[in-house]
Nanobody, 121 residues
Framework: QVQLVESGGGLVQAGGSLRLSCAAS????????MGWFRQAPGKEREFVVT????????YYADSVKGRFTISRDNAKNTVYLQMNSLKPEDTAVYYC??????????????WGQGTQVTVSS
């Protein structure tokens, strides 16, 4: 049983930063690979980043590489997405996922409800 709750979204100016958090339940949290996806209005869900269960391996979409950083603290059952140098095109609902290390959303078993990130120019 895994439940995910995202937080930390909001409105930020271009060039600013936000940190998203994903709080997970379950004693087996550390056994799950995790990911972040995003979905803009009228667009398909887009891969952002994934992280292995141990945190030792990560893979980023080219669009966010060098600006976003994923991390996890298994002791706190929390995954983070630090977003720097934000651009208007980063505007989307961001979803935390669990259960896979991959780029396809169908590979993941669990999803949070999402948190809105809006970047103004």
């Amino acid at each position: 049983q895994v439940q995910l709750v995202e937080s930390g979204g909001g409105l930020v100016q271009a060039g600013g930063s936000l940190r998203l958090s994903c709080a997970a339940s379950g004693r087996t949290f550390s056994n799950y690979a995790m990911g972040w996806f995003r979905q803009a209005p009228g667009k398909e869900r887009e891969f952002v980043v994934t992280i292995s269960f141990s945190g030792g391996s990560t893979y980023y979409a080219d669009s966010v590489k060098g600006r976003f950083t994923i991390s996890r603290d298994n002791a706190k059952n929390t995954v983070y997405l630090q977003m720097n140098s934000l651009k208007p095109e980063d505007t989307a609902v961001y979803y935390c996922t669990a259960g896979a290390y991959g780029l396809d959303p169908e590979e993941y078993d669990y999803w949070g409800q999402g948190t809105q990130v809006t970047v103004s120019s």
